[in-house]
């Protein structure tokens, strides 16, 4: 049977997946989301000059040697709170008090602190010290300039984008849709979630799993139960699953474990791109797809080949299809702490921790690497591709591991599969 | 007016901080949030040792001596598939066709892999090549041993984290309950999202940023809406916040821009602990408490301020009432790309951006540092904090840079403040 390599299988799937289609979505649902259009500021902001301080609006000329010791003297002209429009202009020797995000008067050109006054009675004022020549003035359209592209598509939606939407009134946002996905656990020896406890079977973790990371990129996935293991249940399950984007089928299925897998994925009008990869853990990984559309992702039915699988293939085609272009857990170069021997022929995914110090990370190996070992993944901060090639990794050696723990993405694999 | 330090500031609402209630959640809800107790695990898993390879359960001392060339002949007694038990048990000269998964049988203590035999027919197979005694046979208990504590209270609930939660069977979790959280824009400057547009009106960004900041860390917060300048209404809305266990108030509360909000405040039994932070941008920040147990943050009008002081004091207290020990910015090195020359008085926040290389981070300022430009926070990648004591940094300086953009926390805060 034919190995592709992780970056072939990887390639694969990418050429077998588009961008989701656009929908408009309530501003607060949009958080996590990427724009499907580009942005125009629909006014200017702030709408007028606005004083950055409460302060004093004045004339930079009548103030430009004031000092503590020597005091400039002015008349108050006016009292501008923020929201309100100055009644009147300001001339020589006067100034205007003035609130944080008032509009500045006519005839000013600088705003004073209020600390660096004092006022002798509402109709005078003391500038103890000078600022520079339009300081404390925010300029109009200085955050927004009306008609002005402001935020472009394939903008991530982060708080501070949201924010940017906020103040151009969209209340609704066209974002790229999500894609809808589908779990299914296969196989007699597994126990759902809420069947009574038979020691002798396994609990199924993977498809809660499944559920976990794809609600770790924002999609609320739909669980499909478990298919045992008859032709009929299994087909009706696939067919059900192929109504959705993307279907994750976990266990028995991706080995082909059983005859009337294959037959029965091919009755389907499933068409398969391949059915294993060069990997550990996690060799069998079969990807398809059906004429309407939706993809199948086989995934191996141990926890953690299942939990690595997700993110090196099924993550970068779920963030595509949700218009994302960082698709690839992000990277950084760690040392080594101690030696690693491999196997050649396949690319190890080795769970790592990490540590920061000043001179950047180092990656330890959180011990037994045998993919039963499902704490490991919970506790790995990071996985470490060892290429197929390579079959040893010394002390010291600079690799580049996967950070596994948040959710950060970039634009590359970054890494030699 | 006393300015509290950064540093101050955050250990006074940290000291005024406390858990939330312990709540059952059902499992797929319980992604992000914190164990409230430890976890046992009620099953072996697995429940007997199983094979971790599709192959032939054999007993290492009848093939220690197979190779390519000379073959090992054993008798196959048994065809084991995942899910099911052995028929029997495997005595000298004989062997198991296994699958992985599946439970091994008596008898044998090495399984070897399908691809290093050569099934004559169904009742004999040719091992063509060794693993060492024991390989491949996960033992049982391997991942989880009955009645052992598996998950610590604190624990906070990731991908891996809840396939184990499944595994053990918890179809509900108890973890700490989340914040109930109330978010109030104040002003008559202000636009509501909804409302139609006025040129000459501010639209208000800031409710809608802190309900993204607070929908970041898994909050989903109530929004009152914008209380005008009248003591009336603010006293209405504030007495509605002092309902949930947080009330972010942001615009006019928090300087006392007008004469009735410190009456309204004392007047509703809330005791401001300090009212201005010595920090740029953002120093009108106030924080207070109820008696009801509701704390009341008054965050600065401006958006970029409010966002800098939500990051630096408000998701730092949110965090802590759902259980996390990590609850400041994640930190990292950077080295500056060019001098920063700041007045001393105030920690300042630069918005930076950054880069990385092999020899780690580097950072840049995003430019106007002025807290109206909006879009610089939309931009940054990390808040370079610059202590209150230091009034220039140079090119090359290695500094703390908090990370922004990714929701990634650590146990201290990391930088000097």
Chains 1, 2 share one sequence.
């Not at 034919?2 to 979505?25: G, M, N, P």
């Not at 302060?55 to 103030?63: C, E, F």
């Not at 004022?125 to 927004?144: C, D, F, H, S, T």
């Not at 085609?317 to 022929?345: F, N, P």
Request: overall charge negative; hydrophobic content about 45%; proline content about 5%.
């Amino acid at each position: 049977m034919q190995y592709f390599s992780v970056a072939d299988a990887q390639a694969c799937i990418l050429q077998h997946t588009q961008r989701c289609r656009h929908e408009r979505v309530a501003l607060h649902d949009s958080l996590g989301r990427v724009l499907a259009e580009d942005v125009f500021a629909n006014r200017n902001h702030p709408p007028y000059d606005v004083s950055a301080m409460d302060g004093y609006a004045v004339r930079y000329a009548d103030i430009a040697h004031a000092t503590a010791e020597e005091p400039v003297s002015l008349g108050v002209v006016d009292d501008i709170r923020a929201g309100a429009m100055p009644k009147c202009r300001v001339l020589a020797g006067k100034a205007a008090r003035i609130m944080t995000g008032a509009a500045t008067p006519e005839g000013v050109d600088t705003v004073i602190r209020v600390e660096d006054t004092e006022a002798d009675d509402e109709h005078q004022v003391w500038i103890r010290a000078i600022a520079p020549q339009g300081a404390n003035i925010r300029p109009l359209g200085e955050n927004l300039r009306k008609d002005t592209m402001t935020l472009a598509k394939g903008t991530t939606i982060t708080p501070g984008v949201l924010a940017i939407l906020a103040m151009v009134k969209q209340s609704t946002v066209t974002v790229y849709a999500q894609p809808r996905v589908a779990i299914l656990a296969t196989g007699d020896e597994l126990e759902a979630l809420d069947e009574a406890m038979d020691e002798e079977k396994i609990p199924d973790a993977n498809s809660h799993a499944l559920y976990a990371q794809c609600k770790a990129l924002g999609i609320e996935a739909t669980m499909l139960g478990i298919a045992r293991d008859n032709p009929i249940e299994l087909r009706a399950k696939l067919a059900e699953g192929m109504g959705y984007d993307v279907l994750l089928a976990s266990g028995g299925v991706s080995v082909g474990v059983h005859d009337f897998v294959r037959p029965t994925l091919a009755d389907l009008g499933i068409g398969m791109h391949f059915w294993r990869v060069a990997m550990r853990p996690g060799h069998p990984l079969a990807f398809g797809s059906h004429e309407s559309g939706a993809r199948i992702f086989a995934l191996p039915g141990n926890p953690v080949a299942s939990m690595v699988c997700f993110e090196q293939f099924v993550a970068p085609a779920l963030r595509t299809m949700m218009g994302h272009q960082q698709i690839h857990r992000r990277t950084v170069a760690a040392r080594l702490t101690h030696d690693i021997k491999d196997r050649a022929g396949r690319t190890h995914f080795v769970r790592v921790t990490l540590r920061q110090n000043e001179h950047g990370y180092s990656a330890t190996s959180t011990g037994a690497q045998g993919s039963g070992v499902l704490m490991s993944m919970a506790v790995a901060q990071g996985l470490l591709p060892i290429p197929a090639d390579a079959t040893v990794m010394h002390a010291g050696d600079v690799v580049n591991v996967q950070l596994l723990q948040e959710m950060e993405y970039q634009a590359d694999a970054g890494v030699e599969c």
